[in-house]
């Protein structure tokens, strides 16, 4: 017999629930709830979504941040790109198909149950889909943590590759750099070899005409003490010529002073007489005395 709701201890207006399955554990976070998206989400909010999580966890150390961070991550390398979208999508969808078939909303129970085969066969075709979820899902894992080790390499041969260019450019500016100090190391050692070969020139020049001027002193020594006789002759002759002719343009000065005063003379005289009618003359004349 069934012990009624009083003698089990319980008010009597209180209705009996219906036993129910019991629910299945909640479902893990979508890569669009990971980034606070709707799945309707564009290529730009994901990006940008993806960057303000980055930046919320970036510094710190903590497991759980660590581990938000590499989700996110994961969640936006397959969000972000378009075939990896549609494949999570998909399987999102069936996902969820295959919860809602395995956990209807609470009912009360049949009067009538499923017979033990059907049972049996449901039971496989859930735990079917159960291990071809979790197979999918194990995959999808490996293809985050494939893709996250790809970017990883991405970005560590991207950084040696830019560690590369610059050791080059480095490498070429110092080679550039010696190959002007050792053109301007030569073009210095030419100028300079050039200014040596014009001063022993110049210098052989000068040397050349001090050796012939001190051979034309010597001549001109050697020629002037055999020609000093000579020139001593020659010395007195120009010196009596030049007196000969100091003392013959002295006659001439004479000479010429003695006729102007006589023409004088006789200009006076004869001025004189013009001025006195009687044509005689007179020995009293002013113009006669010396």
Partial sequence: MIPSAAAAGKPADTPLRLTTRREAPAMAKTLYQLLNLPESATAQQIHSAFKTVERLYTGRHDDASLASLARAREAFLILSDQQRRLAYDRKLAMAQAAADSANPPDRPRPIFQLAPRQAAVAAALVTAAGLWLYRDYQKTEQFAAAAEALLRQQESLAQQSRIEREQARIEAERSL??????????????????QQRALELLQSRVDAESRLDEQDIAAGRLEMQYRKPELALELQQQKQQYAAAQRQRALQQHDENIASINSLRAARIRAYDREHTTGEISRSNPALDP
């Avoid at 750099?177 to 050039?194: K, S, V, Y």
């Fill in 177 to 194: 750099r010696q190959q002007q100090i050792e053109d301007a190391n030569r073009l210095a050692e030419r100028q300079l070899a050039n």
